[in-house]
C-alpha cells in the first residue's frame, strides 16, 4: 500500500485499511487481557489451594517426627526451613503484586479487576526501570530472586534426593538475559515485565507463587518418603514383647518371644541378651522361657546387636507383663475401632485372661464366632448392644463379664467421578463418559457403594436430575453449552450400600468437573 504515486482516493482506502486493521488489534488486545486476567485466577485459586495443602502436609509431618522421631525429625527440620524460605518470597511476590495493582479497582458489581482496562505497566515501569537500566527496586527484586535460590540450596544442603528439586528452582527462576527472537540478549526483566500490560505481569507473578508452592510440596513429599525408607533401618526398628498370654497365674510358665516391629526370618541379630543373661535366638525371633514370679507387674529387658556396614547397631528393649492371681474380667475389643457398625460385618477379638479361647463363650444379638477368639458382629435395630461374655478355668469356676457397644450407622459418602475426589479437571468428553461414583474416606471396611441418581448442574443452566450413575442425554446437552474453566456440580447423589436392599446411606458429599 505504500509502493509508487498513489491517488487521493487510494490513499484513503488505505487509511481506511489501516484504522480497520488498528480497531481489529485493539478488539484482539481486550481478549487477550481478559484471558491473562482469568489466568491470573486460575493461579490464584490454585495458590491458595497449595498454602492450605503444604500447611496440612507440614502438620502431617510434624506429628510423624514427634511420634517416630529419628530421620523424621531430621526431615521436619529441614522441611520448617524451607517453609519459612518460601513464606517469605511468597509474601514478597505478593507484595509487588499489590504495586501493580495501586490505582486498579475492583469492579463492586462483579466482584472482578477491570482486566480489559490494565492494559498499561506503568507501575512496574516506573518502579523497576531506569534511562540507565534497572532502578534501586529492580535491583532489589533479582537480588530478592536470587536469595530464595541460595537459601534453598543451604536448606536442601548436599542431599540427592533433593537435588532434583534445586534443579527446579534454578531452572524456573534463572534470571539471565534472554535472547528475543532476533538473538539479541535481554536483561531478564525487560524481557518479561517492561512494557507489558498489568494484568499479564499480574498473571506472571501469581505463576512465580504457583511455582514456589509446588517445589515446597515437592520438598515435603521426598523427605516423608526419605524418612519412611530410612525408617526401616536396623537402627530405627522397635524390639517387641510378645508373650502367649497377658496375664499368668502365680507360679505359672511364662512364654513367648521378643520380635522385632516387622518381623522377618531374614532378620538375624547378632547376640541377644534377657535380663542380663545370653539368650536364644530361632527364626530372627528371641525366645522367651521363664517361671512367673509374684503377683503384680514384672518387666522384660535386654538388647538386640545387628551388625550393619560394617559396624554394630545396638537395639534395647523393655516390656512388661502382670501375675494375677486369677481372671476377673474379660477383654472384649473391636479389632478397628471403639463402635460396631450397622450394615457392615465388624471383626472382633474377644478373650478371658488367663483362659484358653476354646473355653470363652461370647453371645449378643448379630454376633457370630468365626474362629478361635474371633467373631464378627452385624447389629440390627437399636443403638448399643450388650456382649456377654463367660470363660471356663482350669479349675472348673466359670468367671463371666460384658461389655455395651455403641451401635452407629455408615458415615456419609464423598462422591466421585471417575474414581477422584473434589474438583476433577479435565475436558468435556471425559465427563460424559465418567461413571458418578462414591467412597467412603477413612473408612476401615470393605464395602460396596451404588449410585442410584444424582442432580448435574451447570451455573447459569437448569439442573438435569439423573437416575443411575452416568450422564443421560439432558445433561450431554447441557454440557455442548458450557465451556472451557465451567465448573459441573455433582450433587444430591444417591448411594446405596451393596447388599442392603434399597437403604440409602447419609448424604453423600457432592463432586466438581472443571472443563479445561
Not at 202 to 218: C, F, R, Y
Amino acid at each position: 500500500m505504500a509502493g509508487g504515486k498513489q491517488t487521493p482516493r487510494q490513499k484513503m482506502i488505505n487509511l481506511m485499511y489501516l484504522v480497520f486493521i488498528a480497531m481489529l488489534a485493539l478488539n484482539m488486545s481486550k481478549e487477550v487481557l481478559s484471558a491473562f486476567g482469568l489466568m491470573n485466577e486460575k493461579f490464584e485459586a490454585s495458590n491458595t489451594s497449595a498454602v492450605q495443602t503444604n500447611a496440612q502436609m507440614l502438620s502431617g509431618l510434624d506429628a510423624k517426627a514427634s511420634e517416630a522421631g529419628g530421620e523424621f525429625t531430621t526431615a521436619a527440620v529441614t522441611a520448617h526451613k524451607v517453609e519459612t524460605i518460601t513464606k517469605s518470597f511468597y509474601a514478597y511476590i505478593g507484595a509487588i503484586k499489590t504495586e501493580v495493582l495501586v490505582g486498579t479497582k475492583v469492579n463492586p458489581e462483579t466482584g472482578k479487576l477491570p482486566y480489559e482496562a490494565m492494559d498499561k505497566g506503568d507501575n512496574l515501569d516506573h518502579a523497576w526501570f531506569s534511562p540507565s537500566g534497572y532502578s534501586a527496586k529492580g535491583k532489589e527484586v533479582l537480588s530478592t530472586i536470587e536469595k530464595y535460590k541460595l537459601d534453598m540450596k543451604a536448606a536442601l544442603g548436599d542431599n540427592k534426593k533433593l537435588s532434583p528439586i534445586l534443579a527446579e528452582v534454578n531452572a524456573k527462576f534463572d534470571i539471565s538475559d534472554v535472547k528475543n527472537k532476533d538473538g539479541i540478549l535481554i536483561p531478564y526483566l525487560d524481557y518479561h515485565y517492561k512494557g507489558f500490560p498489568a494484568v499479564a505481569s499480574l498473571a506472571k507473578l501469581s505463576a512465580w507463587q504457583n511455582d514456589v508452592e509446588k517445589v515446597e510440596v515437592d520438598v515435603y513429599n521426598t523427605l516423608l518418603g526419605k524418612a519412611a525408607v530410612a525408617a526401616a533401618s536396623y537402627s530405627n526398628y522397635e524390639a517387641i514383647v510378645v508373650l502367649d498370654k497377658n496375664a499368668y497365674f502365680q507360679g505359672e510358665p511364662v512364654t513367648g518371644k521378643v520380635v522385632l516391629g516387622r518381623y522377618d526370618a531374614n532378620t538375624k541379630p547378632t547376640s541377644f541378651t534377657l535380663n542380663g543373661k545370653p539368650g536364644n535366638i530361632v527364626a530372627g525371633q528371641a525366645v522367651v522361657s521363664m517361671t512367673a514370679g509374684s503377683v503384680g507387674e514384672q518387666t522384660l529387658n535386654g538388647q538386640f546387636n545387628f551388625l550393619e556396614d560394617g559396624k554394630n547397631i545396638p537395639l534395647k528393649f523393655q516390656g512388661k507383663y502382670v501375675v494375677v492371681p486369677r481372671p476377673n474380667s474379660a477383654t472384649i475389643s473391636a479389632d478397628k475401632m471403639n463402635v460396631v457398625y450397622r450394615g457392615v460385618q465388624n471383626p472382633m477379638t474377644i478373650s478371658f485372661a488367663g483362659i484358653s479361647d476354646n473355653q470363652v463363650n461370647a453371645s449378643a444379638p448379630g454376633l457370630s464366632k468365626v474362629g478361635n477368639g474371633k467373631y464378627v458382629m452385624t447389629p440390627g435395630s437399636g443403638t448399643e448392644v450388650v456382649i456377654n461374655v463367660s470363660g471356663k478355668m482350669n479349675d472348673g469356676k466359670v468367671a463371666s463379664d460384658r461389655k455395651v457397644f455403641r451401635i452407629k450407622g455408615i458415615p456419609g459418602p464423598t462422591g466421585t467421578i471417575r474414581g477422584e475426589t473434589g474438583i476433577v479437571k479435565g475436558p468435556k468428553s471425559n465427563l460424559e463418559i465418567s461413571t458418578i461414583g462414591a467412597k467412603l474416606e477413612d473408612f476401615d471396611f470393605e464395602v460396596g457403594l451404588d449410585v442410584v441418581g444424582f442432580n448435574l448442574k451447570v451455573s447459569g443452566q437448569a439442573t438435569v436430575v439423573v437416575s443411575g450413575n452416568r450422564l443421560n442425554a439432558q445433561c450431554k446437552a447441557v454440557l455442548a453449552r458450557a465451556g472451557r474453566g465451567d465448573q459441573v456440580t455433582i450433587s444430591e447423589i444417591k448411594t446405596k450400600l451393596v447388599g442392603a436392599g434399597s437403604y440409602l446411606l447419609p448424604r453423600t458429599a457432592p463432586v466438581i468437573f472443571e472443563i479445561q
